[in-house]
């Protein structure tokens, strides 16, 4: 199964933008790329999901490397409230029934400072 | 709100014991998922059942079990249980098995061996 790489944490300052790296270099062509953040003490919260091209959304925007062995997480303006454990997820299509096998890596921790 | 119910909060019990966790996925939702989140082993999925029949099998030990009912409720049964087996366990619920849909968590159920 192709894997995803995380860096194990980040830093930002609210109010700036934070791009998230996930790298994936197995990748394979029917592979969607799913970002899931957890914040403290909650279950996980889908956040964006894409295939090729980049995608946004109110709460983010996903930007997808033309070769597709990278994508980033963009959030645009940090708040307090985005500190969480964010989850670059890779998505096999088997018979239509992968979605339960959403595998969630050890992600990023990202910390917003006031 | 992610609109997916999960009942207790929290549960505390001894070993040995048997316990029910319960998940009311949200409206419309076909597909129940179950996960465990522990501190060493981070968040494993255990089963998903689609419209009342399991569609995949995680990691999830022979002492569990699982169901969902004609109204789409599910409850994971937990037994002898151990101390190891102390974690939240988190429902999620999607509206089909495609993986370009999105997964909805509840709150989880904090279970407490003693």
């Known amino acids: 199964d192709a894997k995803t790489t995380q860096p194990n944490s980040m830093e930002s300052n609210e109010e700036e933008p934070v791009h998230l790296p996930c790298n994936h270099s197995t990748i394979s062509g029917t592979d969607y790329i799913h970002w899931y953040r957890q914040l403290p003490s909650q279950g996980p919260e889908y956040v964006i999901h894409?295939?090729?091209s980049n995608v946004n959304n109110r709460m983010a925007s996903l930007a997808i490397a033309e070769d597709r062995k990278s994508s980033t997480l963009i959030l645009h303006r940090a708040t307090l409230r985005d500190a969480a454990v964010y989850y670059c997820?890779?998505?096999?299509?088997?018979?239509?029934?992968?979605?339960?096998?959403?595998?969630f890596g050890q992600g990023t921790i990202l910390t917003v400072h006031p | 709100d992610s609109g997916v119910t999960q009942t207790p909060k929290h549960l505390i019990t001894a070993t040995g014991q048997r316990v029910t966790l319960r998940c009311s996925p949200r409206?419309?939702?076909?597909?129940v998922y179950w996960y465990q989140q522990s501190l060493d082993q981070g968040l494993q999925f255990l089963i998903q059942?689609?419209?009342?029949?399991?569609?995949a099998k995680g990691n999830i030990l022979e002492r569990f079990s699982a169901q969902q009912f004609p109204d789409l409720h599910s409850e994971l049964n937990l037994s002898s249980l151990e101390l190891g087996d102390s974690a939240l366990y988190f429902c999620?619920?999607?509206?089909?098995?495609?993986?370009?849909?999105?997964?909805?968590f509840g709150q989880g159920t904090r279970l407490t061996v003693v």
């Open positions: 059942y689609y419209n009342g029949e399991e569609r």
């Open positions: 997820i890779l998505l096999k299509n088997a018979g239509g029934t992968s979605y339960g096998k959403l595998t």
């Open positions: 999620a619920s999607s509206v089909g098995t495609q993986m370009n849909t999105e997964a909805f």
């Open positions: 409206s419309g939702d076909l597909s």
């Open positions: 894409g295939l090729t």
